[in-house]
């Protein structure tokens, strides 16, 4: 036996450390994966990640003794097996289940090992790779927090720690500082510990001010949590975790928190995992061994996967339960043991069946569900074979022939093919060879669909057979989606294949009524690509119009459509436009443009061809570039796509004008902020000479970025720098001798409760080589603050105090000689207006004090140093419920440097009265400003009344100026008529000093909308120019239930007679329209339409008539333009006009 144990023990060791050893491999390349993104950004060297792996080392081998114990048992059985020494070992006397005995031995003192590294080693190595992931590959510091230094915790938030005790991970007399833009809130603390519930400070106050410094709450706490976040709690380097503490230590912190009432089951599950995953070795010894003699299995292939399959269940479910006792849904002391009980268990049954009857007759059967169950999770994609499942409830067999009576359907591979009836040919094995199906048939295959009378299909082929068939195929436009109907005699279909081959076929895009189709001899259709068909004639109501040898129609949304084909016919000119993009396996990509041109009139020739062929780079395509005209290489080069499919970075040689090229072109940049438009640069050069070159090109009108209430705009950004004809500059000279143009157009503007910023910025340069034509800047900025110091109340008298301060800063400046603004003007000002406003009974006063300086004035003269004292008095009056309200306000200003108190600067007198006499409403508003200069007097005067009668409202505006002779220049009123959906809105100035009605009341302004009988009538009538224009403005009338809307419009000219107008019907879908402008000379007799066109459907097509037709003094057709084209296909259309005919079929 002792021989036996040495045997074992020597042929054991090699597989055991071989499986211990690709388990740390494993285990270690998982790790530096894991970490590979940041190991990379923090460009962590190689022996920084040796030292990493090397403190993480004994875990590894800790947690792999258990893989490799049973790697080493299943390899050292499967090659006792397989050399028969098992046999042997049995006919010498010794039973196999003695074999039992050395892996128990050997799993023993590996337990005992593995029970040494986990309480001894490996918390030590744990803490020190924790320390080398923070210091080497997350580049943090070895304390986050250190003595006498304040710390961001993130969100504002502030720690400072005095003292720190790293042994026992205790922070003591500490500050944690919370700040916000509203309040601060303070909290000191003697102490904060690390509890298993979090950390929590311990015998400290608390305290909150508000933005003021005013004290809102005090109050202290004998325990308060602490949240830290968890990258700064992680590098401490105090704190230990469950994997970083031997059993002593943890059996303390239990008794510790138990004690504190905390729960403690993570740390019971941490410890009662260091003893069971020490038992691992014996456990999996135990199922290794009996396994192995159970199943017998010699191949050392299945060895690799069964270890593999095991020590996932053990450990996972051993991890998952782990997590379960943590969370106390289960018990935390069992839950570490589960694993070791249940695998124990296992073993043990299968080495007590050893040898018996019943170990016999589950063997073979286990053996091979085990293999089965091998192969499903290994190999799952050969797990099932293309079958042809056909669903029936009445079929017979005869002879080799499967009959279906009644509906039946069939399931093959991604096909569903659904039939009334059908017939399959069986093969000797009984598989089916081929089918036959009748009546209704419905083939699906992904999103195509083919409906036929019959469909025949061969399986061992993989091809299918349709007769009498019908398929819709569907592509979008630039606006719908278009459905393509097909019928064919024949179809023919690969059934692995997404495309199919239709013959004698007919095609159409009429929904309803069918008018025309398109009739080919064969069609190619690939769905959701395209099609394309051969020898089509196109038929009108049955009769043949026109033959086009190919047809090409495009079912794909995407630009790279695989094939296009195009041809036009327009102006004695023939074009044929080819397109192919091809995607190989590789995602390389080939794009082919070929064009030819033939001009009749002049006998000439036009070919251009384009070949792009390009690779992925960074998940862009690079592009080998070739260009040829007339066979002629003109440009050849490279081209990249830098930001989408429009976008590209191009260099070609441009062999026509013996030119290099750099082109950069992006037609939008698409920003979070607003898009930046057509970005370009270019740099053209021959050999060592500069010929053309444009530094950039770029504009936005709309950049803008928001937060809240405060916003950062460009309202117009343009830029556009380049220089020609360089002439053997080099790029230096060239900048300097640009072409410069660039504007800049913006504001600002930042708004909180009690301040304002804003500002605008306006700047424009233009240039033209060294000379500087314009380059100027001009800059407003505003900051106003207001806010109120207290409130009061004395005896009734309400009041508060406060004060506004405003500052100015205004700077222009004209970069070009002997220009107004070219030394610079700037105003800078600050005004501060401390003020008191109060309130008693119906009377309201106040009084302020206005100190403005002026520190730099050359802008604007009128600014200058003041210092202005000023009050005011009002009251407000309301009688009867409300109904009669008056109110009124003066207010004056002292200028105390020019005049003191001896002379009233500024004085305004405003009124509000109001009176409502039933539903009739009136309001009178004025607002008076007085001349001070030599005696008081009224200035000008503001007067706004306004009235409302409901359904009726008026308003009235003017301005009376009290020292001109004519006081009153206009009166500006509105009428405005509301009722129900129905409005009218005039408005009309009146001079009443005018003597002429034409001059008194000179234009009259109406809108109006009006609800009549469900119909809409909206519009403008406008009267002007002193009664001589007459004007029906964007007119429109919708019918209830109506598919159209009319238009009409128009200007007559009383005194030079002459009148124009416009008229339009127009469908909802605005594909129907008729619209028709024309201008009649009444006096002369002439009659023009500037534009006649009409456009009607009639069933599937579209007519659409242009003609310029003069009527009088005689009829003339100037010019006329007849095109038909189908609805769904409006590229596809055929036009004739004085020029002769145009084509546009394909």
């Known amino acids: ?87 042997a070992i049995q006919t010498l006397g010794i039973p196999a289940k003695r074999l039992m005995i050395p892996f128990l031995i050997i799993s023993i003192l590996l337990s005992f090992f593995t029970f040494m590294l986990f309480d001894s080693i490996v918390p030590k190595s744990n803490y020190e790779a924790k320390q080398a992931m923070a210091k080497y590959i997350y580049q943090k510091p070895e304390a986050v927090i250190s003595d006498n230094e304040f710390v961001d915790l993130g969100d504002n938030r502030y720690l400072f720690v005095k003292e720190l005790d790293r042994e026992n991970g205790t922070l003591y007399d500490i500050l944690l ?4 833009y509203k309040k601060t809130t303070v909290f000191h603390a003697q102490k904060a510990k690390k509890y298993p519930d979090g950390w929590k400070m311990e015998n400290g106050r608390s305290f909150r001010v508000d933005s003021n410094g005013f004290l809102e709450f005090d109050l202290s706490f004998k325990s308060l949590s602490l949240d830290l976040e968890k990258d700064v ?28 009432g905390s729960d403690v089951s993570g ?93 016999f007759k589950i063997t073979e059967p286990l053996k091979k569900i085990f293999v089965v169950l091998i192969a499903l999770l290994i190999f799952p994609s050969i797990s099932y074979s293309a079958n042809v499942n056909i669903e029936s409830n009445d079929f ?27 017939s399959a040919v069986l093969n000797d094995d009984n598989t089916i060879n081929s089918a036959e199906l009748t009546g209704n048939v419905i083939y699906t295959h992904g999103e195509s669909t083919i409906e036929a009378s019959t469909m025949t299909i061969n399986f061992e082929k993989d091809d299918s057979f349709f007769i009498n068939s019908y398929t819709l195929q569907k592509y979008k436009d630039d606006k719908n989606e278009v459905e393509v109907k097909v019928w064919s005699e024949e179809i023919y279909k690969p059934l692995e294949d997404d495309y199919f081959i239709s013959e004698k076929t007919k095609m159409t895009t009429c929904k309803d009524c069918i008018t025309y189709y398109f009739k080919s001899r064969k069609v190619t259709i690939y769905p959701e690509k395209f099609l394309i068909a051969r020898d089509v004639t196109l038929e009108f109501f049955g009769v043949p119009v026109l033959y086009l040898p190919f047809y090409f ?74 260009n040829i005209e007339n066979n002629i290489n003109t440009e050849l080069g490279f081209e990249y796509d830098i930001y989408d499919k429009d976008s590209y970075m191009r260099l070609t040689q441009d062999n026509k004008n013996t030119l290099m090229k750099f082109d950069l072109y992006i037609p939008e940049l698409k920003t979070p902020y607003g898009n930046i438009k057509n970005i370009r640069s270019n740099v053209y050069w021959n050999e060592n000479t500069l010929y053309y070159i444009k530094f950039l090109q770029a504009y936005t009108d709309a950049y803008q970025k928001k937060y809240k209430k405060s916003i950062i705009s460009l309202s117009r950004l343009g830029v556009n720098l380049e220089y020609k004809n360089l002439n053997g500059f080099n790029i230096v000279e060239a900048w300097k001798e640009k072409n410069s143009r660039i504007e800049v157009k913006g504001k600002y503007g930042f708004y909180s409760k009690y301040s304002n910023l804003t500002g605008d910025l306006y700047y424009n340069l233009t240039s033209e080589s060294s000379k500087v034509l314009n380059n100027q800047i001009d800059s407003k900025n505003k900051f106003e603050y207001d806010y109120t110091l207290n409130k009061f109340k004395l005896l009734d008298i309400d009041g508060k105090t406060g004060f ?28 501060l207006k401390p003020k008191i406003d109060m309130s008693w009974n119906i009377l309201e006063f106040g009084n302020f004090v206005e100190f403005k300086k002026v520190f730099e004035n050359s802008l604007t003269p009128s600014a200058t140093d003041e210092v202005n004292y000023g009050d ?40 509000d009265t109001s009176l409502n006499i039933f539903n009739f409403k009136n309001q009178l508003q004025t607002k008076t400003l007085f001349d001070t200069d030599i005696e008081i007097k009224p200035k000008t005067t503001e007067v706004k009344f306004k009235s409302e009668l409901k359904p009726f409202y008026h308003t009235s505006e003017f301005t009376y100026k009290h020292n001109e002779e004519k006081p009153i220049e206009y009166i500006l009123n509105k009428e405005k008529v509301l009722f129900n959906r129905n409005r009218l809105e005039i408005e009309y100035k009146i001079y009443p000093y005018e003597e002429e009605i034409e001059k008194i009341l000179p234009e009259l302004l109406s809108s109006y909308s009006f609800y009549i009988f469900g119909n809409k009538l909206i519009g403008k009538f406008n009267i002007k120019d002193d009664y001589n224009r007459f004007e029906l403005y964007k007119n429109k009338f919708l019918e209830e239930n109506s598919l159209f809307s009319m238009t009409f419009g128009g200007n007559y000219y009383r005194k030079e007679n002459f009148l124009t107008a416009s008229i339009g019907i127009e469908s909802r879908d605005e594909k129907e329209f008729a619209d028709m402008e024309f201008e009649y000379d009444i006096e002369n007799e002439i009659l023009d339409f500037k534009k006649f066109e009409i456009q009607k459907r009639i069933i599937c097509w579209t007519f659409n008539i242009k003609a310029d037709i003069s009527f009088l003094p005689q009829f003339e057709l100037k010019k006329f333009t007849l095109t038909f084209f189908i609805n769904n296909l409006p590229n596809k259309n055929v036009a004739f006009s004085d020029d002769g005919f145009e084509f546009g079929l394909m």
Request: charged share 20%; glycine share 6%; hydrophobic share 45%.
């Open 553 to 626: 129609q495009s079912l794909n949304e995407d630009d790279n459509e695989p094939f296009s084909l195009k041809f036009d016919y327009e102006n004695n000119k023939l074009t044929f436009l080819i397109g192919i993009n091809y995607l190989f396996e590789n995602e390389s990509l080939l794009k082919l443009k070929y064009g030819m041109t033939n001009d009749f009139e002049n006998s000439l020739t036009y070919q251009k061809f384009l070949f792009k062929y390009g690779i992925k780079v960074f998940d862009k395509y690079l592009y080998l570039y070739s």
């Open 267 to 359: 740390l019971i599950v941490s410890f009662q995992s260091k003893f069971a995953n020490a038992l691992a070795p014996l456990v999996i010894s135990i199922l290794g061994v009996s396994l192995s003699l159970f199943l017998n299995l010699k191949s050392k292939s299945w060895s690799v996967i069964t270890t593999f399959l095991l020590v996932v269940l053990y450990q996972g479910s051993g991890a998952w339960l782990n997590a379960l006792g943590k969370e106390k849904i289960i018990n935390p002391v069992l839950s570490a043991w589960i694993p070791d009980i249940l695998f124990g268990i296992v073993g043990i049954l299968l080495f007590f069946l050893l040898d018996t009857e019943i170990s």
């Open 396 to 422: 017979q067999i005869i002879d080799d022939i499967l009959q279906f009576n009644q509906e039946l359907k069939i399931l093959y591979k991604d096909s569903i093919i659904t039939a009334e009836k059908g």
């Open 1 to 87: 036996m002792i021989r036996l144990i040495k045997y074992i023990s020597r042929e054991f060791f090699s597989p055991f450390l071989m499986g211990l050893f690709g388990f740390v491999i494993f285990v270690s390349v998982q790790l530096l994966y894991e970490l590979s993104e940041i190991i990379v950004r923090n460009k962590v060297g190689f022996d920084k990640l040796l030292l990493l792996i090397w403190y993480n080392l004994p875990y590894f081998v800790s947690m792999g003794i258990p893989v490799g114990v049973l790697f080493g048992i299943f390899w050292l059985m499967s090659r006792l097996s397989n050399d028969n020494e098992i046999i």
């Open 872 to 911: 005011y008095i009002g009251y407000k009056l309301s009688f009867f419920e409300n109904n009669f309200k008056n109110a009124a306000r003066i207010t004056r200003k002292y200028n105390f440097l020019k005049d003191g108190f001896d002379k009233i600067s500024y004085l305004e007198l405003k009124t």
């Open 804 to 831: 506004e301060t405003t500052s100015n800063f205004n700077h222009k400046r004209d970069f070009t000689e002997n220009s107004k603004y070219s030394i610079g003007h700037t105003l800078f000002d600050f005004t």
């Open 233 to 260: 709690e992680e590098f401490l380097n105090f704190g230990k975790s469950a994997n970083e503490m031997t059993s002593k230590e943890l059996k303390e912190k239990i008794d510790t928190f138990s004690k504190l």
């Open 177 to 180: 500082y919370e700040v916000d």
